[in-house]
């Protein structure tokens, strides 16, 4: 395992499915876990134990979104129940993927690693504008000028899969899904309601 790449890791099954390809590639992994206020924290634990499975270096950065303007990061809006609807939903962190990306891209080109990993996907999703095809293609470019490294790329090897793909996927991957998390509440147990719920659920339905 000589390549080296960054992956983002959340402790969802997008990401969980991400880190094993990645491993299934094979790259020597570095995790990036954000505690960025979310009140789902829950999610960290779970992904500092996906992280330990698939024996990845990991690390967990704490950084502040003090100007909140998500149900994500404040507690007044409450975190809606999935509906199929237009529009970007409440639960969208303000440039929240741009910022990811800027940390793993710095990372990335302290450590000598040549690719980024990050489980976004644009079929089944919340429609959230950073996690559409176009965004990755033109933070791709911007890479080519972004550093003194060259070569550095995002992969989103889950873009274009459905749910049920990425859980297929996962099950090909040994990916250990009870050790993910994916509800926006962070509650003792998943709400079943939310968007990141039902997503879920379509994936195993």
């Known amino acids: 395992m000589s390549k080296r790449a960054v992956v983002l890791l959340s402790g969802g ?9 990645a491993r299934q590639k094979g790259y020597k992994t570095y995790c990036l876990i954000f505690d960025y206020g979310q009140r789902h924290k829950k999610e960290l634990e779970f992904a500092k ?17 003090p100007w909140k303007n998500s149900a994500l990061l404040d507690k007044k809006i409450s975190v809606p129940e999935y509906r199929k609807a237009s529009g970007i939903p409440v ?16 990372f990335a080109e302290a450590i000598g690693a040549r690719v980024i990993f990050i489980g976004a996907n644009a079929r089944d999703f919340s429609g959230y504008p950073d996690c559409r095809p176009l965004y990755f293609k ?8 972004a550093t003194k490294a060259r070569g550095i790329k995002i992969q989103t090897p889950l873009l274009y899969k459905t749910k049920k793909d990425i859980a297929k996927l996962g099950g090909k991957l040994k990916v250990p899904f009870e050790l993910t998390w994916s509800c926006y509440k962070g509650g003792r147990k998943p709400c079943g309601k939310c968007d990141a719920c039902f997503l879920r659920a379509k994936g195993f339905g």
Do not use: G, Q
């Open 138 to 145: 033109k933070f791709n470019e911007l890479l080519k000028k």
């Open 13 to 21: 099954m997008d990401s969980a499915v991400t880190l094993f390809y």
């Open 91 to 106: 639960t969208y962190v303000p440039a929240r993927n741009t910022i990811f990306l800027s940390f793993a891209l710095s």
């Open 49 to 65: 134990k996906l992280a330990r499975l698939a024996r990845s270096d990991h690390r967990v950065l704490k950084i502040k979104l």
